[in-house]
């Protein structure tokens, strides 16, 4: 059983602005209050290629996902860790974020692509963010009856907390914007 | 039961030990990324030593929060292709490998 999501949106914001923001989303303080559900995000390695102008950053995010009793019965935790491997290309101004949960993995894989590029329409102002989200409930069979109800649920999350990424990322943006104006122009 | 975390759960909401670090860090970061990475300025690294401190903190306390098997993964950043390695949760008791 897999479920997949796809999902753009247009930020009236540059490239470089939103992928400034892409780096503060879950890290600025005052975001905590909406992105309740990141504990935590800790880098773990990050790599300049010097000669290519690409950053690679691989993160782990704690994520609390507190679900129905008998899921925390079964799986005995209700935080989860995913790994976020991020390759930016300053030259071809691309940005691609891949998230996989890696605790958990018997029971549901869940895989986030976000890739941010210039517009089209628009490459110096504004910026096109594509989200593809899978969802993949293992077949276990003690949770095979329940899987159905898991995956659902588990997608609704999911759609509801990116809908919620977006609005801080638009918020830091707005911010970013005020503060290039005020200082370097 | 494969994965459980020893009753530790409770304490997924205390604060990091080493969040000072990492906000200084990220401050040194984003100042980096905005200013100079993103205007072509990508011959050299900076925030080194803010980097050192952070993950030497980082390195100590990983095994408390069962993440030390992500050290492993250490330097495959494009690991999206990988392969599912099973259950690094489980696995997590063997040492931080830095």
Same mark, same amino acid.
């Given at each position: 059983?897999?479920?997949?999501?796809?999902?753009?949106?247009?930020?009236?914001?540059?490239?470089?602005?939103?992928?400034?923001?892409?780096?503060?989303? +879950?890290?600025?303080?005052?975001? &905590?209050?909406?992105?309740?559900?990141? %504990?935590?995000?800790? $880098?773990?390695?990050?790599?300049?290629?010097?000669?290519?102008?690409?950053?690679?950053?691989?993160?782990?995010?704690?994520?609390?996902?507190?679900?129905?009793?008998?899921?925390?019965?079964?799986?005995?935790?209700?935080?989860?860790?995913?790994?976020?491997?991020?390759?930016?290309?300053?030259?071809?101004?691309?940005?691609?974020?891949?998230?996989?949960?890696?605790?958990?993995? &018997?029971?549901?894989?869940?895989?986030?692509?976000?890739?941010?590029?210039?517009?089209?329409?628009?490459?110096?102002?504004? $910026?096109?963010?594509?989200?593809? $989200?899978?969802?993949?409930?293992?077949?276990?069979?003690?949770?095979?009856?329940?899987?159905?109800? %898991?995956?659902?649920?588990?997608?609704? &999350? +999911?759609?509801?907390?990116?809908? &919620?990424?977006?609005?801080?990322?638009?918020?830091?943006?707005?911010?970013?914007?005020?503060?290039?104006?005020?200082?370097?122009? | 039961?494969?994965?459980?975390?020893?009753?530790?759960?409770?304490?997924?909401?205390?604060?990091?030990?080493?969040?000072?670090?990492?906000?200084?860090?990220?401050?040194? +970061?984003?100042?980096?990324?905005?200013?100079?990475?993103?205007?072509?300025?990508?011959?050299?690294?900076?925030?080194?030593?803010?980097?050192?401190?952070?993950?030497?903190?980082?390195?100590?306390?990983?095994?408390?929060?069962?993440?030390?098997? +992500?050290?492993?993964?250490?330097?495959?950043?494009?690991?999206?292709?990988?392969?599912?390695?099973?259950?690094?949760?489980?696995?997590?008791?063997?040492?931080?490998?830095?």
């Amino acid at each position: 059983m897999v479920k997949a999501y796809t999902q753009e949106h247009v930020y009236k914001h540059p490239w470089e602005r939103v992928t400034s923001a892409s780096w503060r989303k +879950f890290t600025d303080p005052e975001n &905590k209050r909406i992105l309740s559900h990141i %504990v935590e995000v800790d $880098t773990l390695n990050r790599k300049l290629d010097s000669a290519s102008g690409k950053l690679y950053t691989t993160r782990v995010i704690t994520v609390h996902a507190p679900g129905p009793w008998f899921i925390r019965k079964i799986i005995g935790q209700d935080i989860c860790h995913c790994v976020e491997s991020t390759i930016v290309d300053a030259q071809s101004r691309s940005m691609q974020l891949t998230t996989r949960n890696s605790s958990l993995q &018997k029971f549901v894989e869940v895989e986030e692509k976000i890739r941010y590029e210039p517009h089209p329409d628009n490459p110096n102002g504004w $910026t096109i963010c594509q989200q593809e $989200t899978s969802i993949r409930i293992k077949p276990l069979s003690a949770l095979a009856s329940m899987a159905e109800k %898991v995956e659902q649920r588990c997608a609704e &999350k +999911f759609l509801q907390n990116s809908v &919620k990424g977006r609005e801080v990322m638009e918020r830091i943006c707005k911010y970013l914007e005020a503060e290039s104006r005020g200082i370097s122009i | 039961m494969a994965i459980h975390r020893g009753g530790k759960s409770s304490s997924a909401s205390s604060s990091s030990p080493c969040a000072h670090l990492r906000t200084a860090y990220h401050n040194c +970061f984003n100042r980096w990324y905005s200013e100079k990475f993103l205007k072509g300025q990508w011959d050299k690294e900076e925030c080194v030593s803010e980097w050192q401190k952070y993950q030497s903190c980082l390195s100590q306390h990983l095994e408390d929060k069962n993440l030390s098997s +992500f050290l492993e993964g250490k330097g495959a950043a494009d690991s999206s292709n990988q392969a599912d390695s099973g259950s690094p949760v489980g696995g997590a008791s063997t040492g931080v490998s830095q």
